[in-house]
Each structure stands twice: as structure tokens, then as C-alpha cells.
């Protein structure tokens, strides 16, 4: 960062954008950037995202909410030090409904986000993920594996979305010399994920709560790590405030079956629920395990709420939307 910009920056408020500020993670970077003195401004269509997740913030000086869609021109008449672009629809049932959106937020969006950052000399931060892998063949995946995706399946519009924003952000930053950062987020959960979402954490404590059987798609042998979600953000933002240009792998190493996390589940709800089997997902990963060692090491980032704590929290939230 050069000093002009620093000092602008030092002598006011910093003032942040988050786009998809209404949903899982962007509302909970919100939080936490209020609670860092930052200036919110979020911008959020509301197709997957929830009003219920920033309601808390109504009335709050520092916050202010835009309803729009992120592929569309974006004007803020104010200043801008930090984009953090997360608008995009993140679960395999979102994406599978509305590819067509996913693809456009993903291309469209980023450029309009990359575009607003560069008129706004701000920084700008992308929401990747693990999925830029696709279902890989390198365990655990560093940031220098390119991945194993299937373009033209299922999911290949949210993957192939998220490949494009890497590529163009990385485009901007080589031709404009735009300072962007990259974060691969692994699996994360937590309070304010939606139930009927599609993935692993709402769906199997949703069926335990509720007592029904819990659907372990295939023979339960795939892997996957979860992230708290309090640990994920403050990854985020340590990498937001760091000098590398390069994706950063932000998840929890902590690998465990799908089986095994069924069982978990059942154990920590004390639930009565069988589990049962059905067919695998297409393109579903069998392993899914980041390598945070460029985290550790550039960021001194590790994840520190173990599963056991993250769930509970994460079920008795549920618990109060039953």
C-alpha cells in the first residue's frame, strides 16, 4: 500500500463495502468490521441472503444497507478503502437453482466489485473457494494446485464463476495495480446459516433436531473440514490486512468423514435419528482438506474453535428456529 493512501486512511474512519453483507459470512464480517471502528456499507439483492441477519444493526450510524444487484453499476457516494466481495450464492442447492445468477455474480459482479475498488483507490478482497479444486487429486490442497474441475457439470458454474473472479481480480491487479487479496474459503458453520440450504451442517442438525432420518449422500467416506465461523472472519480479515497478492487457503485442517460428522451430529443433539443412504451427489469431492500453512505463516492465522465447541453453538441456534 503506498503512503498516500495510507495516511488518507490513518486520518478517518475506514469505510468498508461488503457485497452480499446479508448472508452467513458477509453478515458476520459485518460485525466484525463495525466492531474494528470500520464504516459498513452493505450491498445484498437478498436472493440468498436474509434482511433477519443484519436486523441487529438498524439504527446503527456506521452501517447502511443498499439493496442491489452487484452485477449492476455500483455507485457509492462516499468514500471506499476496503471492497470485500462476497456476493454469490454458496450451497450446492442455491447454485444448482440458479446457475445462470451464480455464473453472472461471479463474472459480472466481480468485475462492477473490482471496478468500484479501482475507482475508489480501495483494497479489494475476494470470497474464493475450496471448490476452485473441484474434486481433487492432490490431499490436502495447497494454493499452488490448479485444481480437478468438471466445467460443463453440476456444479462447474459455481466453480468455474469462482475460477473467473480469480483470474480477472488477478488481472486487475497485474494490469491496474489494483491491491487484491484472495481468500479460498474452506467449509465453514455457524449461527445464521440458513436451514434449508443444502449443505451438510443445516441439513444433518436440522433432521437430528427434528428427529428425521439423517441423508448421508454416497457411503459416507468422503471427507471435509470445518471452519468456525468467528475463525474463518478473523482469517479474512488478517489476510484483508496482509501484503499477499496470491490466494491464501482459509479453513480448518481437521478432516472427518461425512459418516463420522453424522454421528457427531446425533451424539451432540442426543437426537433419535437413523442415518440413511442415498446417492452421491455428481461431482461431489471425496477429499476436502485445506493446507493452511501459507495462513500460519504469512498471517499467523490458525483456527482455534475446535468442532465440538462450534457445533453446539451452531445447534443452539437452530434450536431457536425450530
Known amino acids: ?17 461488503v457485497t452480499g453483507g446479508a448472508g452467513f459470512l458477509g453478515s458476520h464480517l459485518v460485525d466484525y ?22 436486523a441487529h444493526l438498524a439504527g446503527n450510524e456506521n452501517f447502511r444497507f443498499i439493496k442491489q444487484d452487484v452485477t ?26 440458479l446457475p445462470i445468477q451464480t455464473l453472472k455474480v461471479g463474472s459480472l459482479g466481480t468485475h462492477k466489485a473490482l471496478g468500484l475498488a479501482r475507482y475508489k483507490g480501495a483494497r479489494f478482497l475476494l470470497a474464493s473457494t475450496s471448490e476452485v479444486y473441484g474434486d481433487p487429486l492432490v490431499h490436502p490442497q495447497r494454493e499452488d494446485y490448479w485444481g ?7 456444479r462447474g458454474c459455481y466453480d468455474e464463476a469462482k475460477r473467473f473472479a480469480e483470474a480477472i481480480t488477478m488481472a486487475y491487479h497485474r494490469e491496474h495495480g489494483l491491491e487484491t487479496r484472495i481468500a479460498r474459503i474452506f467449509n465453514t458453520y455457524g449461527p445464521r446459516m440458513r436451514m434449508n440450504d443444502g449443505r451438510v451442517v443445516p ?10 432420518p439423517i441423508t448421508v449422500h454416497g457411503d ?26 496470491l490466494p491464501v487457503n482459509i479453513g480448518n485442517p481437521q478432516e472427518i468423514t461425512v459418516l463420522e460428522f453424522a454421528k457427531k451430529i446425533i451424539e451432540i443433539t442426543g437426537s433419535k435419528s437413523k442415518i440413511v443412504f442415498k446417492p452421491p451427489f455428481p461431482d461431489d469431492p471425496k477429499q476436502r482438506r485445506p493446507d493452511i500453512t501459507k495462513a500460519n505463516k504469512l498471517l499467523k492465522w490458525e483456527p482455534k474453535v475446535s468442532l465440538e465447541e462450534g457445533l453446539k453453538n451452531t445447534i443452539e441456534f437452530f434450536k431457536k428456529r425450530l
Open 72 to 97: 449492476e453499476f455500483i455507485f457509492i457516494d462516499e468514500p471506499v478503502d476496503y471492497v470485500w466481495h462476497f456476493a454469490s450464492p454458496a450451497s450446492p442447492v442455491d447454485y444448482l437453482e
Open 220 to 245: 459416507g467416506s468422503q471427507t471435509r473440514s470445518f471452519c468456525y465461523v468467528s475463525d474463518l472472519i478473523e482469517g479474512i480479515y488478517r489476510l484483508m490486512m496482509s501484503d499477499e497478492v
Open 33 to 54: 468490521l463495525l466492531n474494528k471502528g470500520h464504516r459498513v456499507i452493505v450491498m445484498d439483492n437478498l436472493i440468498t441472503g436474509s434482511v433477519e441477519n443484519i
Open 1 to 17: 500500500m503506498n503512503k498516500k493512501k495510507n495516511s488518507v486512511r490513518n486520518k478517518r474512519q475506514p469505510v468498508s463495502v
Open 148 to 154: 480437478n474441475v468438471n466445467p460443463i457439470g453440476l
Open 203 to 212: 441439513s444433518f442438525i436440522s433432521q437430528a433436531l427434528n428427529n428425521k
